[in-house]
């Protein structure tokens, strides 16, 4: 069983950046693909980023990239979403998952590119507000 803690959140202007951090234990995290997701207000749950085991491969959806970056280190059992530029849009709840079934590729028709339902271990959250 796995347990996943994001951290990092918080109120930031826009144009401000902040740097979420997703840390599972219970298990090594060295054959998972780990996702980030988001849920804004009054909208569905969909896929942010995600990373292969090992790191040599990202994705990202259309509108963060460039201005997100997701990076992990499997020694400490983290996966990080660098977000820069943040604009109000941004604003959601931020979650992490990951299981040992789903790739990372393809990501747009894949589990980490929609609303992740199929993926087994998920952190609480954690909240991103953009406002000035």
């Known amino acids: 069983q796995l347990q996943i803690e994001e951290s990092g959140g918080g109120l930031v202007q826009p144009g401000g950046s902040l740097r979420l951090s997703c840390v599972v234990s219970?298990?090594?995290?060295?054959?998972?693909?780990i996702g980030w997701f988001r849920q804004a207000p009054g909208k569905e749950r969909e896929g942010v980023s995600c990373i292969n085991p090992s790191g040599s491969s990202t994705n990202y959806a259309d509108d963060v990239r460039g201005r997100f970056r997701i990076s992990r280190d499997n020694a400490k059992n983290t996966v990080w979403l660098q977000m820069n530029n943040l604009q109000p849009e941004d604003t959601a709840v931020y979650y992490c998952?990951?299981?040992?079934?789903?790739?990372?590729?393809?990501?747009?028709?894949?589990?980490?590119?929609?609303?992740?339902?199929?993926?087994?271990?998920w952190g609480k959250g954690t909240l991103v507000t953009v406002s000035s």
């Open positions: 998952a990951t299981d040992s079934y789903h790739p990372c590729d393809p990501f747009h028709n894949g589990p980490f590119g929609g609303s992740g339902s199929d993926i087994n271990y």
């Open positions: 219970g298990n090594t995290v060295d054959f998972y693909a």
